[in-house]
DNA sequence: CTAGGATCCTGTCAGC
DNA sequence: TGCTGACAGGATCCTA
């Protein structure tokens, strides 16, 4: 689930409990989501590459996490949850730690929990300077913040015969996308999901790559979905998504902006979110 | 090289 | 109730 917003969400709202704190002991209840030797150190910069949350230590180690689809990071002080983000689910506010929970960072006065249903996401330590030659690190293209237009068009006619959503999600292409952001970018531009990458003119590639940047920003506004439903009083979540989703899981309901039916689809194996009329498949005669 | 599908893993939900 | 298959806010690997 976390995309970009929402790991800049936890790199913000982190930074407050940890920075200048030393890690003192890891705890590891699942192998694979922890990659290399634990390390220990006070804790010196919080960082994010895409979608991966970056801890630099400062005896010049750093831990890359990626939360993946269900990936969730919980601090917990004094026997309490503080703040929590990532995959949003009833386990924001369940007992810690639970059956989810694949690894715990010790610190002198407080925890920091990585839970992961799904097992996808990792903790990975290296040395800071080795960061760059990461795999994913390497291949990461850049935020749409730093990527020109006439950049984001040529990488599309590399790509020319796949679907547009596809490509945007395609970290090597432009980074921080995920399922819902990709929908909701393509919509906001009048794109169909579907339409082939090379087929997009530079003024639509051009308003794709600014729809992906107002709609990640407008996540981040809101704080993804983070600590403001956790600490909601009665424990639930809220729904973060109606805050901005104009077309993600709204399938069935009327179009924002025409009031057309939002459908379903399919596209690169990922469910898809369009409206018709909105995003039209076929060029037509204005 | 590109493009598409399978795959990693656990949990939930719809439909029988 | 129990079973089954589909699906899930990601990315990589394998195949053609």
Wanted: charged residues 30%; positive net charge.
């Amino acid at each position: 689930m976390p995309e970009l917003p929402e790991v800049e969400t936890i790199r913000r709202g982190l930074g407050g409990f940890i920075l200048g704190k030393k890690i003192i002991k890891t705890q590891i209840f699942c192998e694979k989501s922890f990659i290399g030797e634990p390390v220990s150190g006070k804790v010196k910069e919080l960082r994010r590459k895409g979608k991966a949350l970056i801890i630099d230590v400062d005896n010049d180690w750093s831990l890359m996490i990626h939360l993946r689809m269900t990936g969730q990071l919980i601090w917990r002080s004094s026997g309490k949850a503080e703040f929590a983000g990532g995959h949003p689910s009833e386990n924001f506010v369940a007992e810690l730690p639970n059956k989810q929970t694949r690894v715990i960072l010790g610190f002198g006065d407080g925890q920091l929990y990585f839970n992961d249903q799904r097992k996808f996401g990792f903790i990975k330590t290296l040395k800071t300077g080795e960061l760059a030659e990461e795999k994913f690190i390497k291949k990461l293209a850049q935020e749409p913040w730093e990527m020109e237009a006439e950049e984001f068009f040529a990488k599309l006619q590399k790509k020319k015969n796949s679907a547009i959503k596809a490509v945007i999600l395609d970290q090597s292409v432009v980074a921080g996308l995920g399922n819902i952001y990709a929908d909701e970018a393509l919509f906001e531009a009048g794109i169909h999901p579907l339409r082939k990458a090379g087929s997009l003119s530079l003024e639509e590639a051009t308003r794709v790559l600014e729809m992906a940047k107002i709609v990640m920003e407008r996540a981040i506004k809101v704080g993804g979905s983070t600590i403001q439903n956790y600490v909601k009083a009665d424990g639930t979540r809220g729904n973060y998504l109606d805050l901005f989703a104009k077309v993600y899981h709204r399938e069935g309901k009327p179009c924002v902006k025409c009031g057309t039916e939002i459908k379903k689809i399919k596209v690169a194996g990922r469910g898809t979110h369009v409206c018709p009329n909105c995003q039209k498949l076929e060029k037509t005669n204005d």
